[in-house]
Nanobody, 122 residues
Framework: QVQLVESGGGLVQAGGSLRLSCVASGGTFSNYAMGWFRQAPGKEREFVLGISWTGGIIYYTASEKGRFTISRDNAKNSVYLQMNSLKPEETAVYYC???????????????WGQGTQVTVSS
């Protein structure tokens, strides 16, 4: 089971940017599809976007396309989420996830980190 630790959250004004990082350990990182989810207060956890083990497939939901990007560095066992033009409604705890299949990742079947809080003020 891979262990995940997120960092990089914080408080930012609307329109600002943040870069989240996630470091994995305990598994062969390059074998995993990686993704980011978020959970706002009172809402269910939702998939934001993911990247395959090759880095060649990236999934966006419609609202984040063009503003959020995901990347991975297999040499550093790390995945990153660059978020630009942030909106107050994107305030949430952001979680990193790892799963060997992309389909399983999107369905939430992967391992989870502890999450990092992102707060976007208006």
């Amino acid at each position: 089971q891979v262990q995940l630790v997120e960092s990089g959250g914080g408080l930012v004004q609307a329109g600002g940017s943040l870069r989240l990082s996630c470091v994995a350990s305990g598994g062969t990182f390059s074998n995993y599809a990686m993704g980011w989810f978020r959970q706002a207060p009172g809402k269910e956890r939702e998939f934001v976007l993911g990247i395959s083990w090759t880095g060649g497939i990236i999934y966006y939901t419609a609202s984040e396309k063009g503003r959020f990007t995901i990347s991975r560095d297999n040499a550093k066992n790390s995945v990153y989420l660059q978020m630009n033009s942030l909106k107050p409604e994107e305030t949430a705890v952001y979680y990193c996830s790892a799963e060997k299949s992309v389909s399983g990742l999107k369905l939430g079947f992967g391992s989870w980190g502890q999450g990092t809080q992102v707060t976007v003020s208006s």
